[in-house]
């Protein structure tokens, strides 16, 4: 097929103009084949592109019509690995989902939910395995429960209380376990920052059987009730799953 633009091919097919059998080659070659292109419109899939079976680009994107490699081209089983990918100017895979839901960034091979091969940078970080609050009047109060086997978790906890009272308490802790029970040497290591007194901090442990054990938390002191609900004021806390 010859490359022209619309201009040539209509002055071709003009009142008077002398199209050949070349040039309605060229015409047709122009528009868009839904079985030889795999390009297709459907209600279920909405706009539906299949492969080629000479290549696994589905589309790239070139910033200049000259220009000899795409600057970014979106690629189906690419090096016959399956899935989606999406690849830069140099081929190089960015974005890869695999076929069982994996997704790598600059990884061509994920080997968990999210794999990432560079750096990672973040504003901020919140521990989405478990979030939730307890009563900071001094008691423990369960966060996991039922527990078995090797857990390690990371707990971001904190507290306000009333204004002016001058209690406040933030905590990181990492905490590990190897079953529960008195035979289990599970360990947490917390690094607290309060205001007041010492008994303005919390505190973490864990109790339990061996087969069927727990993490807990609670305030070294009660709080106080707070005024807008009549209840003690509440511990913040969220976790991090270290472990698979």
């Known amino acids: 097929m010859a490359i022209v633009n619309r201009n040539t091919l209509k002055n071709f097919f003009k009142k008077g103009g002398f199209a050949k059998e070349n040039h309605f080659v060229d015409l047709i070659d122009s528009t868009i084949n839904s079985v030889d292109d795999g390009i297709q419109i459907n209600k279920n ?13 589905l589309i790239s994107f070139f910033k200049k019509p000259n220009q000899e490699n795409p600057l970014v081209s979106f690629d189906m089983d690419k090096d016959d690995l399956g ?11 960015i ?6 839901g994996k997704i790598g960034l600059n990884k061509s091979r994920p080997e968990n939910d999210v794999d990432i091969e560079g750096t990672l940078g973040i504003q901020s970080r919140v521990g989405s395995y478990l979030s939730g609050i307890a009563e900071g009047d001094g008691n423990w109060h369960d966060i996991l429960t039922g ?9 971001n906890a904190s507290i306000k209380g009333k204004s002016g ?3 406040y308490c933030v905590l990181n802790a990492v905490a590990l376990s190897t079953f529960g029970g ?9 690094t607290t920052a309060y205001y007041g007194f010492f008994l303005n901090k919390i505190a973490l442990r864990w109790a339990g059987e061996i087969h069927n054990y727990k993490l807990q938390i609670r305030t070294r002191r009660h709080y106080g ?4 609900d009549g209840e003690p004021f509440k511990i913040k806390y969220n976790l991090t799953k270290l472990i698979s």
């Open 45 to 57: 899939d909405g706009l539906r592109l299949n492969r080629s079976s000479f290549s696994s680009k």
């Open 182 to 190: 008195s035979s289990s040497k599970s360990k947490i290591r917390q």
């Open 225 to 228: 009730i707070d005024p807008n």
């Open 83 to 93: 899935g989606f990918s999406v690849n830069g100017k140099d081929g190089k895979t």
């Open 147 to 155: 527990l078995d086997g090797l857990n390690s978790f990371e707990i």
């Open 165 to 167: 009272s001058g209690r």
């Open 95 to 100: 974005l890869r989902f695999d076929e069982n």
